[in-house]
């Protein structure tokens, strides 16, 4: 049974306006949550984190908002860019002792067409 | 600050060969991972160390995988025999604790043919 689930395998958005990449978990102890994107060829490439204790954290174009009730987070891309075309995943983990381990989604292929 | 570095970078072998990946962390890291990612998924945990010291292997399929980390620094993944269900890309990751960001390698593309 998957714990991180990104139910959208593709999206495509215009160039300038937002990409909204989803994630849901199933695990309530996970308590810190990252993006990570992925180009062909390359390993994945962290790109924004949060923690249990913020329902929002913004980095440049990026943020990631969390919403623990629902068990839901989401990465806003403003404005997007060619560039960000890449596969985006979501990771959640328990912190700290033995339970860093990453636990990550399949992943959603973002075209940003210009 | 050099990155994770992998070798090689892609290799093919005929199922029932043996297969070794090699793997330096970031300089200071003291954990690292071995990830598997198949096809149209996310990266799956195979093993993590903390220095020298092997604390998860849980996912590693011991019949065939191994691992080491000898010095608590540079780690090799085997697999001995190679079977056509191990064709997937093998990253490498490392952190400067056990928890938080990871920062992976460009990893390895694996097929068994």
């Known amino acids: 049974d998957q714990q991180v689930k990104q139910n959208s395998p593709s999206l495509s958005v215009q160039e300038g306006r937002i990409s909204i990449l989803n994630c849901d978990y199933t695990n309530s102890m996970f308590d810190y949550f990252l993006w990570y994107k992925k180009y062909p060829a390359e390993g994945p490439t962290f790109l924004i984190s949060i923690s249990s204790i913020k329902d929002k954290n913004e980095d440049g174009r990026f943020t990631v908002f969390l919403n623990k009730s629902a068990k839901h987070l989401s990465l806003h891309i403003v404005p997007s860019q060619p560039g960000d075309s890449a596969v985006y995943f979501c990771?959640?983990?328990?912190?700290?002792?033995?339970?860093?381990?990453?636990?990550f989604g399949k992943g959603t292929k973002l075209s940003v067409k210009p | 600050e050099a990155g994770v570095v992998q070798s090689p970078r892609y290799k093919i072998i005929e199922k029932k060969q043996p297969v070794a990946f090699w793997c330096n962390p970031i300089?200071?890291?003291?954990?690292l991972y071995w990830y598997r990612q198949n096809l149209g998924q996310g990266p799956e945990l195979l093993i993590r160390?903390?220095?020298?010291?092997?604390?998860?292997d849980s996912q590693l399929p011991k019949d065939r995988f191994s691992a080491e980390r000898l010095k608590g620094v540079d780690s090799t993944l085997k697999i001995q025999p190679a079977e056509l269900g191990d064709s997937a890309v093998y990253l490498c990751?490392?952190?400067?604790?056990?928890?938080?960001?990871?920062?992976f390698g460009p990893g390895t593309r694996l097929l068994v043919l």
């Open positions: 300089s200071g890291h003291n954990t």
């Open positions: 160390y903390e220095n020298e010291e092997a604390v998860d």
């Open positions: 990771a959640a983990s328990v912190e700290g002792g033995s339970q860093g381990n990453l636990i």
């Open positions: 990751a490392s952190s400067s604790s056990g928890w938080g960001t990871q920062y």
